[in-house]
């Protein structure tokens, strides 16, 4: 894995394969993501979603194939991942040099936190605890943004937040994201493209020309919503447009 000349995809996959077991969990996958583009990649539990996206991450090896991306990444999981014994700030900017506190305090202001830079973790929300791992994302100023079900811990409404502030903020940094969700509609509302992933391979790979701000009530987004879920072998009907109440809808 080594990084790219300027003009090459952020993210060139070609032929990967990664076994476990007697199963090819990912069978001749190809995937590329340009520079400053978010991809969200949908598809059923145990499809190898997370698999890839540790792969990309160096977080685990391959069976075969080639993988090239930035050396510049970081990765947000599911759960914040905060050192208890750290505070904020330390936890922004573990592991980097001690001349960078200032770059995490602008990282803390960005997700709303810089008041919150000498408190511990545990006195943070769930929302805030994943705005600090965010923020210790970004300020390492990666190429590549690796976000694992970083929202599926989060209340609805809370998740809708995070959804609008990763949003933004990666319009702002510019990295190549690739987003694994479960979640049709976040995938749609956030990402440039949307792939869903079955059988080892990419069985879809669109480009989401719905309009900003993307709305569950808008006819392209739900037709969009309709094909992926398709593709993820779920048979919907049209619906009236999601309530407050029920922003769930679209999670498999």
Do not use: Y
């Not at 989060?154 to 969700?181: F, I, N, S, W, Y």
């Not at 879809?204 to 309009?211: I, K, L, W």
């Amino acid at each position: 894995m080594t990084g790219q000349e300027t003009t090459a995809p952020a993210v060139r996959v070609r032929d990967l394969r990664r076994v476990f077991g007697t199963r090819a969990v990912l069978d001749g996958l190809r995937l590329d993501i340009a520079r400053g583009e978010f991809v969200a990649l949908l598809g059923a539990s145990g499809s190898g979603k997370t698999t890839l996206l540790r792969i990309l991450g160096a977080l685990d090896s391959t069976d075969g194939g080639e993988v090239l991306v930035p050396r510049a990444r970081t990765v947000v999981f599911q759960e914040p991942r905060l050192v208890p014994s750290k505070k904020v700030l330390a936890n922004v900017t573990v592991a980097l040099p001690r001349n960078r506190s200032e770059d995490g305090l602008r990282a803390l202001a960005e997700v709303g936190l810089e008041r919150h830079a000498q408190a511990w973790p545990v006195t943070l929300s769930g929302g805030e605890a994943q705005r600090v791992a965010l923020a210790r994302a970004l300020v390492r100023e990666p190429e590549l943004l690796l976000l694992d079900e970083p929202f599926a811990a989060l209340d609805a409404l809370t998740r809708l937040k995070m959804q609008d502030l990763v949003g933004e903020l990666c319009r702002k940094h510019r990295p190549a994201v690739l987003l694994v969700t479960h979640d049709v509609d976040e995938a749609v509302r956030l990402a440039d493209r949307v792939a869903v992933l079955r059988d080892g391979q990419l069985v879809t790979d669109e480009e989401v020309t719905v309009d900003r701000p993307r709305e569950p009530g808008d006819p392209a987004f739900a037709a969009l919503r309709r094909r992926l879920l398709h593709d993820l072998g779920v048979e919907t009907t049209a619906r009236p447009a999601p309530t407050p109440e029920r922003t769930g809808i679209g999670v498999i």
